[in-house]
């Protein structure tokens, strides 16, 4: 994983950083953590969360002007995203309404989005729903910028509530000419992501 990857890491959504492991995948920027009893097989099926998109203590979303428009494509693609991490899901595990002995709960959040200046390590935090609302001022628009975007998730015991495992995927997005290329890029990376939070409940339980 790159270096200047590592500044959106502790967002304070998830609660030991420091014991994450990086874990070999097509991308190398899938890090997480898992209790023994997660791949005991103890757990059979999934209880999937929306899917959350968090600020940072120094980005107040009240701070982001959304027009109507802008605001119903945020909402669109919450939506969207929350069904495509379902259809994701379900077609390689089982994903049940309600807690139950053998189930895990899965809760997945967007946690950052940062602009970074190249070639300068220095970082501006924006909320996610600017992104895809295209509500970004005219400095974030600049080109030659990029976007760090971090998703990380939560496993608990559907039950107990207890944590059982957590993990951080992270990738960067190029700014497009316009903020709307931006938003479509920053998408598709999203729709990646869905697939990939799957494959990795596939490959643990």
């Given at each position: 994983?790159?270096?200047?990857?590592?500044?959106?890491d502790?967002?304070?959504?998830?609660?030991?950083?420091?014991?994450?492991?990086e874990?070999?995948?097509?991308?190398g920027?899938?890090?997480?953590?898992?209790?023994?009893?997660?791949?005991?097989?103890?757990?059979?099926?999934?209880?999937?969360?929306?899917?959350?998109?968090?600020?940072?203590d120094?980005?107040?979303?009240?701070?982001?002007?959304?027009s109507?428009?802008?605001q119903?494509?945020?909402d669109?693609?919450?939506?969207s995203?929350?069904?495509?991490?379902?259809?994701?899901?379900?077609?390689?595990?089982e994903?049940?309404?309600?807690?139950?002995?053998?189930?895990?709960?899965?809760?997945?959040a967007?946690?950052g989005?940062?602009?970074?200046?190249?070639p300068?390590?220095?970082?501006?935090?924006?909320?996610?729903?600017?992104?895809i609302?295209?509500?970004?001022?005219?400095?974030?628009?600049?080109?030659g910028?990029?976007?760090?975007?971090?998703?990380?998730?939560?496993?608990?015991?559907?039950?107990?509530?207890?944590?059982?495992?957590?993990?951080?995927?992270?990738?960067?997005?190029?700014?497009?000419?316009?903020?709307?290329?931006?938003?479509?890029?920053?998408?598709?990376l999203?729709?990646?992501?869905?697939?990939?939070?799957?494959?990795?409940l596939?490959?643990?339980?």
């Amino acid at each position: 994983m790159q270096d200047h990857l590592t500044a959106a890491d502790d967002s304070g959504y998830l609660s030991h950083y420091a014991r994450l492991q990086e874990v070999e995948t097509e991308e190398g920027r899938l890090q997480r953590w898992l209790d023994n009893r997660v791949t005991s097989g103890s757990y059979r099926k999934v209880m999937l969360d929306p899917i959350e998109f968090l600020h940072s203590d120094d980005v107040q979303p009240d701070s982001v002007q959304l027009s109507g428009l802008q605001q119903q494509e945020v909402d669109g693609f919450k939506a969207s995203l929350d069904q495509q991490m379902l259809k994701s899901i379900s077609r390689l595990i089982e994903v049940v309404p309600q807690p139950g002995g053998d189930v895990l709960r899965f809760k997945p959040a967007i946690t950052g989005v940062s602009v970074m200046s190249e070639p300068v390590n220095s970082y501006q935090a924006i909320p996610v729903d600017a992104v895809i609302g295209g509500a970004t001022d005219g400095d974030n628009a600049a080109l030659g910028r990029v976007l760090v975007i971090s998703l990380e998730g939560k496993l608990q015991d559907s039950q107990s509530g207890q944590l059982l495992g957590e993990m951080l995927l992270k990738d960067i997005v190029y700014r497009g000419e316009t903020d709307q290329d931006t938003a479509n890029k920053l998408k598709v990376l999203m729709q990646t992501w869905t697939q990939e939070a799957g494959e990795t409940l596939l490959e643990i339980l």
